[in-house]
């Protein structure tokens, strides 16, 4: 661990925050992707066994 | 086109034509803002052109979701649309009548308005100057947010959302022009810059409406 | 084979998901590198300290919130062109990531600003365009929220996408001028480009690259999940049909 001084707050924050950010996006842009293949592979399938 | 314009005018003025709402509104805001930050007449004086700017702007914006709704809703828009006359050309012509019902009201009210917030005697010319320039780019851009949210149900909301950054530009070198003048510096530069973007909308914006309007009534 | 083979949709999701591991890969091992490099392997400013490691998250997600627009406006111009689907959806997926990146650059910049100019927000004129910018994301977001009709919604955003980026350039001379008007003299500058040195810019660079190939994976992973959705709704309204 870096000796960050009296700006340690301030460094450490930005990048909390960044990290979380980036984290929450890449979190729902994997869930909805899941969940969309997930829904097109069920209507695909039915759409097979229906004719 | 001038038949377009007069309809237009005569259901503005007609009893729940919402002509004086706008005024009725900026009135309201005027009066609200001294309560807000308090009635000492120095600091009023300081932000009066800002806040008229604001009043002018957010009146504007209040008229715009009933632009083309209305139009919309009993399909006058259609007839418009399949009409000799370039939908470009109507747009502008409905914009005028929005600019004449709501935007040139709001110019004249203003010096009323400005005595209430203790506006100093050298910005009247200028306030009026600006807002004789600037209210038509509100009425154009307006109307590009109108034809875009015209086919969404209660767009009202999302109609201010799209259409307030827009109004960024126009409001920066409006305000700036009218609080140079108040402040009796030389306005010329932001008045100039605000012509321009004046003419420039003018210029295009009916363009941009006029292929917003066609998407959604198709 | 040109570039336009893979305006197919199924083409595109081949391709995708050819290249997408790849992206990823080399988004997460340039972030972690640079963002590491940055924060333990740096030495500190001697003027502004330790919050000179800011930089790493900074300037990468600015430079992102800018090219991400400009990515969206290449893309609904290809839609309103070439009328090609993955265009669109490529602009409706690229909003969202956008929007992070201003808001990081944004938060980034206030924490930033704290310590080193004593206020988190200065109305300078490149936080106020930010701020702007942000704003012109959320209109764009909020109308492809609201249009039920997905070829209508595709048009109207491009459409609004067009509109913004003029009006997003004439804010931000506005702002420039507003702001010389507003305190003569006062100047804040936040790019360090010119007198950074090599022990930052080197790092830097490496993040920068995590996050232009952060966003790319993000995009072509987004678009083809706005793919999917619609070929769901696709063969759902099709049963209904049936």
């Not at chain 2, 009066?48 to 083309?68: E, M, P, Q, T």
């Not at chain 3, 570039?3 to 999701?13: C, G, K």
């Not at chain 3, 997408?20 to 590491?36: E, K, S, T």
């Amino acid at each position: 661990m870096p000796d960050l001084g009296k700006y340690a707050d301030a460094v450490l924050s930005a990048y909390g925050v960044s990290s979380l950010l980036l984290l929450l996006l890449v979190i729902f842009t994997l869930r909805k992707g899941r969940a969309a293949r997930q829904a097109l592979e069920d209507v695909e399938k039915r759409s097979k066994t229906n004719g | 086109m001038k038949a377009l314009l007069i309809r237009d005018l005569k259901l503005a003025f007609r009893a729940g034509g919402g002509f004086g709402l706008g005024l009725a509104f900026f009135l309201i805001v005027t009066v609200l803002v001294p309560f807000g930050v308090g009635p000492q007449s120095e600091l009023l004086a300081r932000i009066a052109s800002g806040i008229l700017w604001l009043g002018a702007l957010l009146a504007c914006l209040l008229s715009l979701d009933r632009l083309l709704a209305l139009d919309w809703e009993d399909g006058t828009l259609d007839l418009l649309a399949t009409s000799p006359l370039p939908l470009e050309a109507a747009l502008s012509t409905k914009a005028l009548a929005h600019w004449l019902t709501t935007g040139l009201p709001l110019v004249l009210a203003s010096p009323v308005l400005g005595i209430l917030l203790n506006l100093p005697g050298a910005g009247y010319f200028w306030l009026v100057i600006s807002l004789l320039l600037g209210t038509p780019a509100l009425s154009v851009i307006g109307i590009f947010g109108a034809a875009l949210t015209v086919g969404v149900k209660r767009g009202g909301l999302l109609l201010s959302l799209l259409v307030l950054p827009l109004y960024v530009p126009t409001l920066i070198f409006g305000a700036e022009a009218a609080r140079r003048g108040a402040a009796e510096l030389d306005p010329t530069t932001p008045l100039l810059m605000l012509a321009g973007i004046t003419a420039g909308t003018i210029a295009v914006m009916p363009f941009a409406s006029a292929a917003a309007l066609r998407v959604n009534l198709r | 084979m040109s570039l336009w083979e893979y305006a197919n949709p199924v083409r595109f999701l081949n391709l995708s998901a050819r290249v997408l591991p790849v992206f990823w890969g080399l988004a997460v091992a340039c972030l972690i590198v640079g963002l590491i490099w940055g924060f333990f392997f740096t030495p500190d400013d001697f003027r502004q300290g330790s919050t000179v490691k800011i930089i790493y998250l900074h300037v990468p997600s600015a430079m992102m919130a800018i090219n991400a627009w400009v990515m969206m406006l290449v893309a609904s111009l290809i839609w309103l062109v070439r009328r090609h689907h993955v265009s669109a959806l490529a602009a409706k997926a690229a909003a969202p990531v956008g929007v992070v990146m201003t808001l990081i650059a944004l938060f980034t910049g206030a924490i930033w600003g704290q310590p080193m100019w004593g206020t988190w927000w200065a109305w300078d004129p490149r936080l106020t365009s930010f701020l702007i910018l942000f704003l012109f994301y959320l209109g764009y977001i909020a109308l492809w929220e609201a249009i039920e009709d997905p070829d209508t919604a595709a048009d109207l955003t491009s459409v609004l996408c067009l509109v913004g980026s003029v009006f997003a350039v004439l804010s931000r001379y506005a702002v420039n001028f507003w702001n010389q008007g507003l305190h003569q003299g006062a100047s804040l500058s936040l790019d360090k480009e010119e007198n950074v040195a090599d022990v930052f810019y080197i790092p830097l660079l490496v993040c920068i690259a995590g996050f232009v190939l952060l966003f790319i994976a993000l995009v072509l992973y987004r678009t083809g999940t706005e793919i999917r959705l619609r070929r769901t709704r696709a063969l759902q309204a099709r049963e209904g049909r049936a």
